[in-house]
């Protein structure tokens, strides 16, 4: 049998905790473990999904980089993703890169573009005709949040292209970073106006940065540091990464003046050891070196993971470590209702920021490492906020043990921890405020119901005051609105937006209302497939039963674990393409609660609708068929030729194989139209492509 029970659950809890975190760290600016921890359980998981394909889901954290933008700015789409890059630690793992890289392109050492690693905040920048249009965060790596006017008073940031030669269109990416001496100065002044000073510059550059006031955006000494670009139109950019970035500096960019071309692993290597000692001399803070194939074709080659080119590694410095004691351990309620245990340290100073708190995660890692109340703990910290428990370094007096609690700290319902999984639940459900503020704030998020306006402050506001419980209250808002009015903040023209926006998505889509109901292991890609493949809800619902009854006959008549997998996967849920075992489970678990199927009734009686579906016995005219996008089109965006492609069943992938059908070339292709001709793809072009598209419909 293909991965076992036990490896499931772990695959299933290490990526419901890498979400958590991914949100604490990039969306909230409030971490809950160290950067250290999160590459550890993110690395395994990577290791888990390596051996056993079949628990990929296309909402695993390996499959996405990061999480989704703040809701305080307006949401943008990138012309290309931001993607994130893998990290390793040690020699070897770097020299595994480098074989993975050799081999795959069949040959010998690789030249590579070397530069430091820069601890800071990533920026999307935008130009067209030579002139800033845009800047963005990195969000989800998809979509960021615009914040142009805060990066316009970046003062080494360039508002126009320097030189005579500018692309059409062209993405900068780069780091924002506030150099160690301005950092001190800026905490000087804030302590000096009786404000709080930044705990470390990282912190500082993006609290700066996502300021909703741009003039105190421009009282930060913030500097940019380029170091990519993303999509190009109008000109031909050199090959090499190292030459593409003397091109930003002739651009007015600053870049690192460390940034050099090295050959094969002992170049690296040497790049690596030199930085590392220069590390401490340097004015801005570093966490480690870059290193990326330099050479164009041999790039597209390698071409990507979901989740991060495979051409390009991050070798980090080692963590910094020091010793205190545990005084507490607090145990925090997230949206699904996980209890994640919280120590609560002795203030320490490490790596360049007082700490106190620290991630333990579950209660199989308290007991694998042994931690008690009381004990003396190695802590680790590398570039982080919140530091990494490494091991106890010895025991306390009186040292007590870490009990889970029986009840629910924030509700009191009781608490769960099922046989065989890390992860303890609360029982309490919509009940219980911790769940339903996270539970809430899902629904009405961008990519669920896209309420505007009814953002994570507003609803935890409305939480705390009682008018939200569950989903359906968001529709009856509008019988408070004179509170509405009355609340600080608010008006009548703001309270009036706020209950259109509500109107307004009552019309919504299946896809969109799948996702929405937060259901566990569903995220967008999975709920549009059970839209397409059952075409209702009650179908879904009905399916949802039908899959408790045939586990109960499963239960009864099978004799063997694979026995009862072949019974359980030959139809239903199963049969919906990325549904495994635990996602059917967790889908038929969500419908089998009476609490659930009122919430969904309710909504339906407050008119929320949408349109019936075809399903998929609907056939796609362009299922099976694989394209590959590149260069830009006059008619289409890459998103909407993507999302026309994907609505007839077709699939878009970011590399060309021999398994490729068509390559869609656009203007100034680069290399991937190169490669197609070379491997016999069928090539077209915008007209071309048009016209496919409109047969494929008829």
């Not at 130009?127 to 969000?139: D, F, I, P």
């Not at 940065?209 to 500097?223: E, F, G, H, N």
């Not at 023209?493 to 569903?522: D, P």
């Amino acid at each position: 049998m293909a991965g076992s029970s036990e490896t499931s659950k772990r695959a299933a809890q290490l990526a419901e905790q890498l979400r958590e975190h991914s949100r604490a760290y990039y969306v909230d600016d409030a971490p809950t473990i160290s950067d250290a921890e999160y590459d550890r359980l993110f690395r395994e998981l990577q290791e888990l999904e390596a051996e056993h394909p079949e628990l990929i889901t296309p909402d695993s954290p390996t499959q996405r980089v990061g999480a989704p933008p703040s809701d305080k700015f307006e949401s943008v789409d990138h012309a290309t993703p931001m993607l994130s890059l893998g990290n390793c630690f040690d020699d070897d793992e770097l020299a595994e890169f480098d074989r993975r890289a050799r081999e795959a392109v069949d040959g010998g050492a690789l030249a590579y573009c070397a530069e430091p690693k820069f601890d800071g905040t990533a920026l999307n920048l935008r130009y067209e005709n030579g002139v800033l249009v845009r800047a963005t965060t990195r969000g989800d790596g998809i979509t960021g949040e615009d914040i142009t006017p805060n990066a316009r008073t970046i003062r080494n940031l360039p508002l126009r292209l320097a030189g005579d030669e500018a692309p059409d269109f062209i993405e900068i990416r780069g780091e924002v970073v506030l150099a160690r001496s301005r950092f001190n100065a800026l905490n000087e002044r804030l302590e000096s106006e009786g404000q709080k000073a930044f705990v470390n510059p990282r912190n500082a550059a993006s609290g700066s940065l996502r300021q909703l006031d741009s003039s105190i955006t421009a009282r930060r000494p913030l500097a940019f540091m380029g170091y990519g670009i993303g999509r190009v139109d109008g000109m031909t950019l050199p090959s090499s990464l190292y030459e593409q970035l003397q091109q930003l500096q002739a651009w007015g960019f600053q870049i690192s003046e460390y940034v050099d071309r090295v050959q094969g692993l002992e170049g690296c290597k040497a790049y690596y050891e030199a930085m590392a000692e220069r590390r401490a001399t340097l004015d801005i803070e570093i966490d480690g070196c870059v290193f990326k194939v330099d050479d164009a074709a041999v790039r597209d080659e390698l071409g990507f993971v979901a989740r991060a080119p495979r051409w390009a590694i991050a070798r980090k410095f080692p963590a910094e470590e020091t010793t205190t004691r545990l005084n507490a351990v607090e145990f925090q309620v997230g949206r699904t209702g996980a209890l994640t245990p919280v120590a609560k340290l002795e203030p320490v100073f490490v790596g360049g920021v007082t700490v106190s708190n620290a991630s333990l995660h579950n209660m199989d890692e308290i007991e694998r490492k042994d931690v008690r109340i009381g004990d003396m703990l190695v802590v680790r910290r590398a570039g982080d906020v919140i530091p990494e428990v490494k091991e106890v370094a010895r025991r306390g007096e009186n040292a007590t043990p870490i009990q889970l609690p029986e009840a629910c700290p924030v509700c009191g319902s009781a608490v769960e921890r099922i046989e065989g999984e890390a992860v303890a639940r609360c029982t309490g459900g919509l009940v219980c405020a911790a769940q339903r503020r996270e539970a809430l704030k899902h629904f009405a998020s961008r990519r669920a119901l896209d309420i505007e306006g009814l953002g994570d402050r507003q609803i935890e506001a409305f939480v705390d005051e009682g008018l939200l419980e569950s989903p359906a209250d968001i529709f009856a808002l509008h019988s408070h609105r004179e509170a509405l009015v009355e609340r600080e903040g608010y008006g009548e023209k703001s309270v009036a937006n706020l209950l259109a926006s509500i109107e307004a998505s009552k019309q919504t889509t299946l896809e969109r209302f799948i996702f929405a109901l937060g259901i566990r292991e569903v995220g967008e890609t999975m709920a549009r497939d059970l839209a397409r493949h059952f075409g209702s809800l009650d179908n879904l619902r009905a399916e949802a039963e039908a899959y408790l009854a045939r586990q109960a006959r499963a239960d009864e008549q099978a004799d063997t674990k694979a026995e009862h997998a072949r019974m359980m996967s030959a139809e239903g849920l199963q049969a919906v393409p990325g549904v495994g075992s635990r996602v059917a489970h967790c889908i038929a678990d969500f419908f089998s609660e009476q609490r659930n199927l009122e919430v969904i009734d309710a909504l339906i009686a407050a008119g929320v609708v949408w349109q019936t579906v075809d399903s998929d016995d609907t056939p796609q005219p362009l299922a099976g068929q694989t394209f590959v996008l590149t260069g830009s089109m006059d008619s289409l965006t890459r998103d909407e030729a993507k999302q026309r492609i994907e609505a007839q069943g077709g699939r878009v992938t970011s590399s060309v194989s021999k398994k490729t059908d068509y390559v869609v070339a656009g203007d100034s292709p680069g290399s991937k139209r190169d490669k197609a001709e070379k491997l016999g793809v069928t090539l077209l072009d915008e007209a071309g492509f048009l016209d496919l598209l409109d047969k494929a419909g008829h």
